[in-house]
């Protein structure tokens, strides 16, 4: 019991915690009180005190950058947050940092009551808010080397040289130049199809992947595969015999099929029908802006047999606009937006100041701000115009 009644009279964070409703405590200067700029307070949500306590969290950002912390899989800004009221930090009664107890005598009971000597006295506190992860610097980063027929043709020795690496990026290099969390920024590889090559992440060129495109079509058509039952070992197989690496074999088939289970002959793949007809589309559109009879003509021509070719799986890689009596089309792919809101919004509406709901839908899908539904990204940067009831609203720059 003395021992118990010693605990609660100690001064320090103790004595603060321990303090019961409606009493008071008197505060003095700690012999260490100053500005202690290596310490800040952080207000933390519940749910991550256990990554924070287990250190599963990370600061990340260059110099020029407002910092974000990340846990596995979120991303969050962080923000100073000043307060009106004076908030004191005390440390615990038996810190290494020069403390004494230190007590007071009660003039009414002649009992020893503690005093909180004061170690700083903070401005504010450190406010975490989920964001949306900072990715847009990920293509442009991995776009400066794009993995050419060239490479594939290096001989090893040169290919090692230590030069012929400037530009490229390994995961810890991605991990350190872009703010997002692991999670996120493998979500952001899968969905610019980046492929992991000798240990460095590269986005394959376009044309070459076209390349292998079609002699996968090929192939498919001389051994009379289906486009729903492609047989990994196989397509891949054939595909290394032709002359392509073992490990772009692969990620044709994840660039254009989708996985579906696991066969005799090894993991069963399916063509996306619209993956391979938007490749098309682009290669029709790779000079410029079509009529769109042509377009539609040459484009019809190119879509392998058996697959259904819709104009209406071209949105958001497409846009149309009439110039005269003719319609016609041209490339605007959302993979080529910002993925910041502010800056899509931007981009979109330099491309045209008004935008029906069906045109413009298909550019804001892949958006995902937290806290921020569509229809609060509307709210927020546009302005929406609908001149009778029945008439389609359309959408304008916010001003």
Request: hydrophobic content about 40%; some cysteine.
């Amino acid at each position: 019991m003395e021992e118990a009644e010693g605990k609660s009279s100690r001064g320090g964070a103790e004595a603060v915690l321990n303090m019961k409703p409606n009493s008071s405590m008197s505060i003095a200067y700690h012999p260490l009180f100053g500005l202690h700029d290596d310490l800040i307070l952080l207000e933390l949500d519940p749910s991550l005190i256990p990554d924070v306590l287990h250190q599963r969290v990370t600061l990340r950002g260059q110099p020029d950058e407002d910092a974000v912390l990340c846990t596995q899989s979120k991303t969050f800004g962080v923000k100073f947050v000043g307060t009106s009221n004076s908030v004191f930090l005390v440390p615990p009664s038996s810190s290494n940092c020069g403390y004494v107890d230190e007590f007071t005598n009660s003039a009414e009971n002649g009992n020893k009551l503690p005093i909180a000597s004061v170690l700083k006295v903070s401005p504010g506190t450190l406010e975490l808010v989920e964001v949306a992860p900072r990715l847009d610097k990920l293509k442009l980063l991995l776009s400066e080397r794009p993995y050419r027929l060239e490479d594939a043709m290096e001989v090893d020795e040169i290919d090692q040289l230590e030069e012929k690496r400037m530009g490229f990026f390994r995961w810890d290099d991605l991990v350190q130049c872009l703010q997002a969390s692991d999670d996120e920024l493998r979500e952001g590889l899968q969905a610019i199809h980046a492929v992991e090559i000798d240990g460095y992440w590269r986005i394959v060129d376009e044309a070459y992947m076209g390349d292998v495109l079609n002699m996968l079509l090929h192939n498919l058509v001389l051994n009379d595969w289906s486009f729903d039952a492609l047989v990994e070992d196989e397509v891949v197989g054939v595909l290394v015999s032709d002359g392509f690496p073992l490990v772009i074999a692969r990620h044709c088939l994840e660039v254009y099929g989708s996985k579906v289970g696991d066969g005799v002959g090894g993991c069963m793949w399916k063509l996306d029908e619209k993956r391979v007809c938007v490749h098309f589309a682009r290669v029709v559109l790779r000079e410029g802006k079509k009529r769109m009879e042509s377009f539609m003509e040459e484009w019809l021509r190119k879509v392998p047999d058996g697959m259904s070719a819709s104009f209406e799986t071209l949105k958001g890689e497409v846009l149309t606009e009439r110039i005269g009596a003719e319609m016609w089309v041209h490339t605007f792919s959302v993979s080529s937006l910002p993925l910041n809101p502010a800056d899509r919004f931007s981009v979109l509406f330099r491309k045209r100041p008004k935008w029906e709901w069906k045109d413009l839908e298909p550019y804001l899908r892949d958006l995902r701000v937290p806290g921020l539904s569509s229809e609060g990204l509307l709210l927020k940067y546009t302005r929406k115009s609908q001149p009778t009831q029945d008439a389609e609203p359309t959408f304008s720059a916010r001003q």
